[in-house]
Structure formats: structure tokens, C-alpha cells
């Protein structure tokens, strides 16, 4: 990666998988892939959590992976292009910032919707989501 400041792809995988798991599918191909292509590092990866069960579990609903990069269009074309390859289910987002507003790729299963507004992150099913990565940030 150049001097310049990465920007950030937040993955969301409304799927669940705990870290080992999560890591094995998802976490150690997007590296050698990314490495691969010269196109930026996974610099953080989360799972979250659901509601209290009656016996205090809470289980994973789904999970993110951080991703930096200097070329946000290469990497997602490229995360794109794997993730599916992968088996990523229904609903997997690639979030990310452009011209100053939240925007994210959504894929149906079969193919991937582009551009489209970011829900905000209050909204259920919404998952971890950039927004409260940049604000870590800041």
C-alpha cells in the first residue's frame, strides 16, 4: 500500500460465524487475495451479537471484516468477484464512502446491486456497519 491515507471497506456478513470460523472462510483468503493483487490489508474483523437467551447466550447473527485500501474500486471489483467464490450468503455488504456519503454493494445471492444508499446503523438487520468505524476513527 502507498503513503496516502487507506479508506476503509467494511465487509458485512449476515452470517454466523464466530472468529475461528469466520477467519478460516472468509479472513485468510481476502488476505491472500488482496496481497495478491497489491490492493490493501484486513486491518480488523468483529462479531456481533444477539439478544439474551433464556439460558444468558447470546448468539452470533453475523460478523465484519475491515478492510484498508488505497483503491476502494479494485478492491471491492475484487472482493466482489471472491466473496461469492467463497459461499457469502444473501445479504453481504461491501460498505464504503463516496463523494462524502455512506454507500454500499449488496449481493442477492446471485448478483450485486451497486451504489446504493447505506442503511443506518440503528436499522435491524443493518449489522455492524462503517459508520461506527469511522467514528472510531475520528
Do not use: H
Not at 462524502?100 to 448478483?111: C, H, I, R, S, T
Not at 451504489?115 to 475520528?138: F, M, T
Amino acid at each position: 500500500m502507498s503513503n496516502a491515507e487507506p479508506e476503509l471497506i467494511y465487509i458485512f456478513l449476515p452470517e454466523a460465524l464466530g472468529p475461528m470460523d469466520r477467519g478460516d472462510k472468509y479472513e485468510d483468503p481476502i488476505i491472500d487475495e488482496l496481497e495478491r493483487l497489491g490492493l490493501g490489508e484486513v486491518s480488523g474483523a468483529g462479531t456481533q451479537l444477539g439478544d439474551e437467551q433464556p439460558d444468558g447466550r447470546r448468539p452470533v447473527v453475523s460478523c465484519g471484516i475491515d478492510v484498508n485500501t488505497n483503491d476502494v474500486a479494485a478492491t471491492r471489483s475484487a472482493l466482489r468477484d471472491l466473496l461469492p467464490r467463497l459461499g457469502c450468503p444473501k445479504g453481504t455488504q461491501l460498505q464504503y464512502e463516496a463523494s462524502g456519503k455512506l454507500v454500499q454493494d449488496e449481493y442477492d445471492g446471485a448478483d450485486w446491486a451497486l451504489e446504493s444508499d447505506a442503511p443506518p446503523e440503528s436499522e435491524p438487520g443493518s449489522g455492524i456497519s462503517i459508520s461506527s468505524s469511522l467514528k472510531r476513527e475520528s
